[in-house]
T-cell receptor, first 119, second 113 residues
Framework: KAGVTQTPRYLIKTRGQQVTLSCSPI?????VSWYQQTPGQGLQFLFEYFSETQRNKGNFPGRFSGRQFSNSRSEMNVSTLELGDSALYLCASAKSGRAASGSSYNEQFFGPGTRLTVL | EDQVTQSPEALRLQEGESSSLNCSYT??????LFWYRQDPGKGPEFLFT???AGEEKEKERLKATLTKKESFLHITAPKPEDSATYLC??????????????FGTGTRLQVTL
């Protein structure tokens, strides 16, 4: 079973430019979340999409945006890049269900990430 | 605000030397606690999800346990290939079916021969 794929794997941009990253979830998974990982802040939640709707959003400025398509593939966009946007951007594909206790759950499987460097 | 604290920050073990990693959390209501393994330059690899206090899960040399305030990842007789950063994350109740995870900063494990 194919895992989560992200493209491109590496990207170098300059300040002020914009960038679009792409994520293809595991087949059958409808939820896609995005995270930013930096050495100083660790993994931080950006947003989540489910059935083409943003369902949850982290504390990032409006320069960070995303969307999801009908086939569950997702893109995130960062406009007016800043040096501090240099990071590993991770996409996670979620599978949901019901645990033995009866409560709902989901498990998230991460892609390899896109390493963005802003010069 | 949900918080996750992992300790120690770094751990160096000799091959075969068992140990435990700690993950302390505060969350308004826990839907799930997740453990991941991450190798340098790669995305986190899913290990376990625990849902309620008292639950335990095992995979090869790893065993995860959960209480109402913390989780432990026990590593039995580790091998050099177990070297990685181990991440703990929580998902809170009240987020509906949304998927937000709050992560700790991880424990960097190095296993030497």
């Amino acid at each position: 079973k194919a895992g989560v794929t992200q493209t491109p794997r590496y990207l170098i941009k300059t300040r002020g430019q914009q960038v679009t990253l792409s994520c293809s979830p595991i087949s059958g998974h409808r939820s896609v979340s995005w995270y930013q990982q930096t050495p100083g802040q660790g993994l931080q939640f950006l947003f989540e999409y489910f059935s083409e709707t943003q369902r949850n959003k982290g504390n990032f400025p409006g320069r960070f945006s995303g969307r999801q398509f009908s086939n569950s593939r997702s893109e995130m966009n960062v406009s007016t890049l800043e040096l501090g946007d240099s990071a590993l951007y991770l996409c996670a594909s979620a599978k949901s269900g019901r645990a033995a206790s009866g409560s709902s759950y989901n498990e998230q499987f991460f892609g390899p990430g896109t390493r963005l460097t802003v010069l | 605000e949900d918080q996750v604290t992992q300790s120690p920050e770094a751990l160096r073990l000799q091959e075969g030397e068992s140990s435990s990693l700690n993950c302390s959390y505060t969350v308004s209501g826990l839907r799930g606690l997740f453990w991941y393994r991450q190798d340098p330059g790669k995305g986190p690899e899913f290990l376990f999800t625990l849902y309620s206090a008292g639950e335990e899960k095992e995979k090869e040399r790893l065993k995860a346990t959960l209480t109402k305030k913390e989780s432990f990842l026990h590593i039995t007789a580790p091998k050099p290939e177990d070297s990685a950063t181990y991440l703990c994350a929580v998902q809170a109740e009240g987020t509906g079916t949304a998927s937000k995870l709050t992560f700790g900063t991880g424990t960097r494990l190095q296993v030497t021969l």
